[in-house]
């Protein structure tokens, strides 16, 4: 079986060498006499491990010619695809771009053959000289990983936990026949250096835990490439990552792929790391393929009303939303009190009796009907300072105080009372609102909870904030799960506004949603902020949101605080070396635009001595 | 988890067809169609049908798992035939027969019900007057086994309410404030756990039927030693539900234990509560059954399923009806329970069961099930009315979501 598969893989190398590169065919000539166990420099293929694709005289590498979907369900057909066709050549990044539902997924998945039983696809997709809509399981298996390969969102369960990270590099090499053995352990060695992650040796006998995200990304892109496919589908690679991550990651998938020459199809939501990446771009809307075309063309000059729409959805450094003025908190004003304030706050998680420090000495206030925004990366302690001013987590030392009274130090009565004051808007829209409380309950909890007014005027409140948050009267009745995300999260504001509170605190409440529904879901936040002027401690990672929104900025690293001002100062004037790091890395949906940024980005990673992936 | 069994989590904003399949009219037509958030609300404003809560969606798929809906409605009929034939607590029932009065042996004790009708060479469907036979000493082995069923039954009942309230109460507890509480609780479980179940009701039971006054405090007993189980279930669906953001949200509303508890957590687990309960229910039928096997449980001159077959066991050869009616009850009602808790677990977390011919994709089918039905019945006979379009469609998209395949 392993002769017969090997014999059918080679043949398509052999005659690749001969139409390639010479170094090419001199790579593929070395690897079947047996080549030195010595370390050559990686990352330049001389080994013939990784081989340089030839250019295939323009015709395209991977092909969907009016490509459908259609999932045979109980109650009917649903047409997720309708008919898409766009090409992919060798060397070229395609971007599938698109909103939830939106088909992207499904139409990349026919690619590799991995849809569900229930499926049925009409149309060609061609992989190279293959059809693969043509292939039975064991075609497909053959083409798996060989010829296409993919990159996964979440690196974390793309990998093993319970694998070494060497066992799963070398899987696909045994599984296809390529290598076996030390050979196998060698070139893993190898994609490892290739995809930058140092003392490859060493970290070869680790499991994936104790690789950062961003590394496991790395060893995610080193499997996806280690067979030499033609063809890579990276679906949604850097949504789980850093900003500063996902620069990186890029940089890494277009070096990769300018050293290879592989068709990347890449499929993203995020219109930045289109610009930054593709060659060509595909907008789908609900499975058709509304517009295409090249990136400048399609970025600047968008011809669909959807796309235009999609674009200007996105939240850009320097867009402003209207938002109340605050007051501001002088010496020489003695009755105003800052609405949060806190000074040398330091947070511990207690790990079975074990200290861990998170939140180290920060000092920041609010001002009433301020907005101030927590920046920072995962792990940067963010939202447990947001958590802890909300009496979640108690405040090992440093003082923490809401409208002059400390929470923490409160008890019963008095805390329940200052709680009152207090609203919470959370990140995940799906687990915020309590499934099994129909929305006029959800909504008019904090007024329960705090015995405010009887069913009538609590129901009247309800009413109220639905309107205030424009959804329509009526689903005081439905269920959560009745509602769409962005519709949730909206639920989850009014919830927070129930009981007019002076400060809000809100932990990333845009950045589960849609770009188109987040640009919907901020513009009503800013209108409510204006109208109710509460104060607000804005919790996210997405700076441009934090621009659009924030009065203020504080910039956290590692539990630290790095920078803090006014926005305008912070983010258009940075001064810490790290916010000019963030805000370099944070993708801009214009790829003229985004070329400048990352050269920049590039003259400053430089300036200070490291190498951009 | 049961209580994200109507959440998907990427649910898609909108499904493709739907505006096309209502053929919704003018408000369709001012909703600009390129934008998701638009679209969505006008969905949303279109959703004119009834909402269906999570306990609404669980008890449809319940009726429409057969085996649990027999097993109900035969659990229903046991029940009935046992209370109303020899009466209860001093009630009459329309068996004139004690089942503590010995009499005259008549045709050796053989059981005089006969169903083989007498056309087909039987002696016509008739009860007689011993339908279930006598004993040696004379009584009526009909009454004797309905009221074996009754104890049986008040077992399951008294048991059932016992430890799921103490079971709940105590995992909630330790799940919600952990630390030193969790410690002392769970403790305390294991301690009743690494003592031998029948042991420990032997000698709990045997302690309780000192006191008199019939099955209760037995029943009680029973119930305050099957608790653990259901007390480490729930323990860890709270531990992770106290975790999710609609707990902290209450939390930071300034809500109370009590009412994050009660409110929030519970009312999430009752998947697990009353799966488990069933199952506890059908254990502690058997339980009491091998008790008064062994002689710790029911004493005569009263009565129980699992006492009559021990008296009777040595007849089992000769006057095999003895052994067989009692052995045929305490089997019809522990099957029917546990088919029952199996109909509950299945429509409480629908992806789960193994059953269901075509299952979606990863999943929703049978809530989609469920609210296709109701589809169905608002639509009436023809099945052309609107109302129950939107809730279809919704399915559909939940259908999808619910694979992965919707982008997040």
Same mark, same amino acid.
């Given at each position: 079986?392993?002769?017969?598969?090997?014999?059918?893989?080679?043949?398509?190398?052999?005659?690749?060498?001969?139409?390639?590169?010479?170094?090419?065919?001199?790579?593929?000539?070395?690897?079947?006499?047996?080549?030195?166990?010595?370390?050559?420099?990686?990352?330049?293929?001389?080994?013939?491990?990784?081989?340089?694709?030839?250019?295939?005289?323009?015709?395209?590498?991977?092909?969907?010619?009016?490509?459908?979907?259609?999932?045979?369900?109980?109650?009917?057909?649903?047409?997720?695809?309708?008919?898409?066709?766009?090409?992919?050549?060798?060397?070229?990044?395609?971007?599938?771009?698109?909103?939830?539902?939106?088909?992207?997924?499904?139409?990349?998945?026919?690619? $590799?053959?991995?849809?569900?039983?229930?499926?049925?696809?009409?149309?060609?997709?061609?992989?190279?000289?293959?059809?693969?809509?043509?292939?039975?399981?064991?075609?497909?298996?053959?083409?798996?990983?060989?010829?296409?390969? $993919?990159?996964?969102?979440?690196? $974390?369960?793309?990998?093993?936990?319970?694998?070494?990270?060497?066992?799963?590099?070398?899987?696909?090499?045994?599984?296809?026949?390529?290598?076996?053995?030390?050979?196998?352990?060698?070139?893993?060695?190898?994609?490892?250096?290739?995809?930058?992650?140092?003392?490859?040796?060493?970290?070869?006998?680790?499991?994936?835990?104790?690789?950062?995200?961003?590394?496991?990304?790395?060893?995610?892109?080193?499997?996806?490439?280690?067979?030499?496919?033609?063809?890579?589908?990276?679906?949604?690679?850097?949504?789980?990552?850093?900003?500063?991550?996902?620069?990186?990651?890029?940089?890494?998938?277009?070096?990769?792929?300018?050293?290879?020459?592989?068709?990347?199809?890449?499929?993203?939501?995020?219109?930045?790391?289109?610009?930054?990446?593709?060659?060509?771009?595909?907008?789908?809307?609900?499975?058709?393929?509304?517009?295409?075309?090249?990136?400048?063309?399609?970025? @600047?000059?968008?011809?669909?009303?959807?796309?235009?729409?999609?674009?200007?959805?996105?939240?850009?450094?320097?867009?402003?939303?209207?938002?109340?003025?605050?007051?501001?908190?002088?010496?020489?004003?003695?009755?105003?009190?800052?609405?949060?304030?806190?000074?040398?706050?330091?947070?511990?998680?207690?790990?079975?009796?074990?200290?861990?420090?998170?939140?180290?000495?920060?000092?920041?206030?609010?001002?009433?009907?301020?907005?101030?925004?927590?920046?920072?990366?995962?792990?940067?302690?963010?939202?447990?300072?947001?958590?802890?001013?909300?009496?979640?987590?108690?405040?090992?030392?440093?003082?923490?105080?809401?409208?002059?009274?400390?929470?923490?130090?409160?008890?019963?009565?008095?805390?329940?009372?200052?709680?009152?004051?207090?609203?919470?808007?959370?990140?995940?829209?799906?687990?915020?609102?309590?499934?099994?409380?129909?929305?006029?309950?959800?909504?008019?909890?904090? $007024?329960?909870?705090?015995?405010?007014?009887?069913?009538?005027?609590?129901?009247?409140?309800?009413?109220?904030?639905?309107?205030?948050?424009?959804?329509?009267?009526?689903?005081?009745?439905?269920?959560?799960?009745?509602?769409?995300?962005?519709?949730?999260?909206?639920?989850?504001?009014?919830?927070?506004?129930?009981?007019?509170?002076?400060?809000?605190?809100?932990?990333?409440?845009?950045?589960?949603?849609?770009?188109?529904?987040?640009?919907?879901?901020?513009?009503?936040?800013?209108?409510?902020?204006?109208?109710?002027?509460?104060?607000?401690?804005?919790?996210?990672?997405?700076?441009?949101?934090?621009?659009?929104?924030?009065?203020?900025?504080?910039?956290?690293?590692?539990?630290?605080?790095?920078? @803090?001002?006014?926005?305008?100062?912070?983010?258009?004037?940075?001064?810490?070396?790290?916010?000019?790091?963030?805000?370099?890395?944070?993708?801009?949906?214009?790829?003229?635009? @985004?070329?400048?940024?990352?050269?920049?980005?590039?003259?400053?990673?430089?300036?200070?001595?490291?190498?951009?992936? | 988890?049961?209580?994200?069994?109507?959440?998907?989590?990427?649910?898609?904003?909108?499904?493709?067809?739907?505006?096309?399949?209502?053929?919704?009219?003018?408000?369709?037509?001012?909703?600009?169609?390129?934008?998701?958030?638009?679209?969505?609300?006008?969905?949303?404003?279109?959703?004119?049908?009834?909402?269906?809560?999570?306990?609404?969606?669980?008890?449809?798929?319940?009726?429409?798992?057969?085996?649990?809906?027999?097993?109900?409605?035969?659990?229903?009929?046991?029940?009935?035939?046992?209370?109303?034939?020899?009466?209860?607590?001093?009630?009459?029932?329309?068996?004139?027969?004690?089942?503590?009065?010995?009499?005259?042996?008549?045709?050796?004790?053989?059981?005089?019900?006969?169903?083989?009708?007498?056309?087909?060479?039987?002696?016509?469907?008739?009860?007689?007057?011993?339908?279930?036979?006598?004993?040696?000493?004379?009584?009526?082995?009909?009454?004797?086994?309905?009221?074996?069923?009754?104890?049986?039954?008040?077992?399951?009942?008294?048991?059932?309410?016992?430890?799921?309230?103490?079971?709940?109460?105590?995992?909630?507890?330790?799940?919600?404030?952990?630390?030193?509480?969790?410690?002392?609780?769970?403790?305390?479980?294991?301690?009743?756990?690494?003592?031998?179940?029948?042991?420990?009701?032997?000698?709990?039971?045997?302690?309780?039927?000192?006191?008199?006054?019939?099955?209760?405090?037995?029943?009680?007993?029973?119930?305050?030693?099957?608790?653990?189980?259901?007390?480490?279930?729930?323990?860890?669906?709270?531990?992770?539900?106290?975790?999710?953001?609609?707990?902290?949200?209450?939390?930071?509303?300034?809500?109370?234990?009590?009412?994050?508890?009660?409110?929030?957590?519970?009312?999430?687990?009752?998947?697990?509560?009353?799966?488990?309960?069933?199952?506890?229910?059908?254990?502690?039928?058997?339980?009491?059954?091998?008790?008064?096997?062994?002689?710790?449980?029911?004493?005569?001159?009263?009565?129980?399923?699992?006492?009559?077959?021990?008296?009777?066991?040595?007849?089992?050869?000769?006057?095999?009806?003895?052994?067989?009616?009692?052995?045929?009850?305490?089997?019809?009602?522990?099957?029917?329970?546990?088919?029952?808790?199996?109909?509950?677990?299945?429509?409480?977390?629908?992806?789960?069961?193994?059953?269901?011919?075509?299952?979606?994709?990863?999943?929703?089918?049978?809530?989609?099930?469920?609210?296709?039905?109701?589809?169905?019945?608002?639509?009436?006979?023809?099945?052309?009315?609107?109302?129950?379009?939107?809730?279809?469609?919704?399915?559909?998209?939940?259908?999808?979501?619910?694979?992965?395949?919707?982008?997040?």
């Amino acid at each position: 079986m392993s002769i017969f598969g090997r014999k059918k893989n080679h043949n398509p190398d052999e005659g690749r060498s001969e139409t390639g590169t010479p170094g090419t065919a001199g790579a593929a000539g070395s690897s079947k006499a047996g080549r030195p166990a010595s370390g050559t420099s990686p990352a330049t293929g001389s080994l013939g491990l990784v081989q340089r694709h030839p250019d295939r005289d323009g015709r395209p590498i991977l092909s969907f010619q009016d490509v459908s979907v259609t999932f045979n369900t109980e109650f009917g057909d649903v047409n997720a695809v309708k008919g898409v066709s766009f090409d992919i050549k060798p060397g070229e990044v395609v971007a599938l771009v698109g909103e939830s539902g939106s088909g992207k997924s499904v139409t990349s998945s026919t690619a $590799m053959g991995l849809l569900p039983a229930n499926a049925s696809v009409t149309g060609t997709v061609m992989l190279g000289d293959r059809e693969v809509t043509a292939l039975d399981a064991n075609g497909l298996r053959k083409i798996r990983g060989r010829h296409a390969a $993919m990159v996964f969102q979440e690196p $974390m369960t793309a990998l093993n936990p319970v694998l070494t990270v060497g066992d799963q590099l070398t899987e696909s090499l045994n599984v296809h026949g390529i290598a076996y053995g030390t050979e196998a352990d060698r070139r893993a060695v190898e994609l490892l250096e290739m995809v930058g992650i140092p003392d490859a040796q060493h970290r070869l006998k680790q499991y994936p835990h104790q690789f950062s995200g961003g590394q496991r990304q790395r060893i995610v892109i080193a499997m996806a490439i280690s067979c030499s496919p033609e063809v890579i589908i990276a679906d949604e690679p850097t949504t789980a990552l850093d900003v500063t991550v996902q620069a990186e990651i890029l940089e890494l998938l277009r070096s990769l792929k300018d050293q290879l020459n592989t068709g990347i199809l890449l499929i993203t939501h995020n219109m930045g790391v289109v610009a930054d990446m593709a060659d060509r771009v595909c907008v789908m809307l609900r499975g058709e393929l509304v517009e295409s075309g090249e990136v400048h063309q399609v970025m @600047q000059n968008p011809q669909h009303p959807y796309t235009e729409r999609l674009l200007g959805s996105v939240p850009r450094l320097g867009a402003e939303l209207t938002v109340s003025e605050p007051d501001t908190v002088t010496a020489s004003q003695t009755t105003a009190v800052y609405a949060i304030e806190a000074q040398g706050l330091c947070i511990e998680y207690d790990h079975r009796g074990k200290k861990n420090r998170v939140v180290h000495d920060i000092d920041f206030t609010v001002a009433p009907g301020e907005i101030l925004g927590l920046v920072g990366e995962s792990g940067s302690g963010k939202s447990t300072i947001a958590k802890s001013v909300l009496g979640l987590l108690p405040v090992a030392s440093g003082s923490l105080k809401i409208h002059g009274s400390d929470l923490t130090r409160l008890a019963g009565k008095e805390a329940r009372a200052l709680r009152k004051r207090i609203g919470v808007v959370f990140q995940d829209p799906a687990a915020s609102l309590d499934p099994r409380f129909p929305i006029g309950d959800v909504i008019t909890e904090p $007024m329960v909870i705090h015995n405010v007014g009887n069913r009538q005027t609590r129901m009247e409140r309800a009413y109220e904030l639905l309107d205030a948050v424009k959804l329509p009267r009526s689903v005081v009745n439905r269920f959560p799960h009745e509602l769409s995300g962005g519709q949730r999260q909206r639920i989850s504001i009014a919830r927070a506004l129930t009981l007019d509170p002076e400060v809000l605190i809100a932990d990333e409440p845009t950045s589960a949603l849609d770009v188109s529904v987040q640009a919907a879901v901020l513009d009503m936040f800013a209108e409510l902020q204006s109208r109710y002027e509460f104060a607000c401690l804005f919790v996210s990672h997405d700076l441009a949101v934090v621009d659009m929104l924030a009065h203020r900025v504080l910039v956290l690293k590692d539990g630290r605080q790095v920078e @803090q001002g006014p926005t305008q100062e912070v983010l258009h004037h940075p001064t810490q070396e790290y916010t000019k790091r963030l805000l370099s890395a944070a993708p801009v949906p214009d790829p003229d635009e @985004q070329l400048t940024k990352r050269t920049e980005r590039r003259q400053l990673l430089e300036s200070l001595g490291e190498r951009p992936y | 988890m049961s209580n994200e069994d109507g959440t998907p989590r990427n649910k898609p904003e909108y499904t493709p067809e739907e505006n096309v399949r209502n053929g919704t009219g003018p408000s369709q037509t001012a909703v600009d169609m390129a934008n998701l958030a638009e679209v969505e609300d006008a969905k949303l404003r279109q959703q004119t049908g009834k909402s269906y809560s999570q306990g609404q969606l669980v008890r449809r798929r319940f009726r429409n798992h057969k085996a649990a809906m027999i097993s109900a409605v035969f659990l229903a009929l046991i029940f009935i035939l046992a209370f109303t034939s020899i009466g209860y607590a001093g009630i009459p029932g329309w068996w004139d027969k004690d089942y503590a009065a010995a009499g005259a042996v008549v045709n050796g004790g053989n059981p005089t019900l006969s169903l083989v009708p007498q056309w087909l060479g039987g002696q016509g469907i008739q009860w007689g007057e011993h339908p279930f036979g006598q004993d040696s000493t004379g009584k009526d082995y009909f009454a004797l086994t309905m009221r074996g069923t009754q104890q049986s039954l008040i077992i399951a009942l008294v048991v059932g309410i016992v430890s799921t309230v103490i079971g709940s109460v105590v995992g909630s507890l330790a799940g919600y404030f952990r630390g030193w509480i969790d410690a002392v609780l769970m403790r305390a479980t294991d301690l009743v756990i690494v003592i031998p179940l029948l042991v420990l009701a032997a000698v709990l039971g045997q302690m309780s039927s000192g006191l008199g006054a019939g099955i209760l405090p037995l029943a009680l007993v029973l119930g305050l030693v099957t608790w653990t189980s259901l007390a480490r279930l729930v323990r860890g669906e709270v531990l992770s539900l106290r975790e999710k953001e609609f707990v902290a949200a209450a939390v930071a509303m300034g809500a109370k234990p009590g009412r994050v508890i009660l409110r929030h957590l519970l009312p999430n687990t009752v998947g697990v509560i009353v799966v488990n309960a069933t199952f506890a229910i059908a254990a502690a039928i058997l339980l009491e059954t091998s008790l008064s096997f062994l002689g710790f449980g029911v004493q005569p001159p009263d009565s129980s399923l699992g006492l009559l077959i021990s008296q009777y066991q040595n007849a089992f050869t000769t006057r095999p009806w003895l052994f067989w009616w009692p052995g045929m009850f305490i089997l019809a009602i522990a099957l029917s329970v546990n088919f029952i808790g199996d109909g509950l677990r299945d429509a409480f977390d629908p992806r789960q069961g193994s059953r269901g011919k075509k299952r979606g994709i990863f999943g929703f089918s049978g809530r989609d099930k469920a609210l296709n039905k109701t589809t169905g019945s608002t639509a009436g006979p023809g099945g052309k009315d609107v109302p129950g379009q939107p809730i279809n469609g919704s399915g559909l998209g939940g259908l999808l979501g619910g694979s992965g395949i919707g982008n997040p």
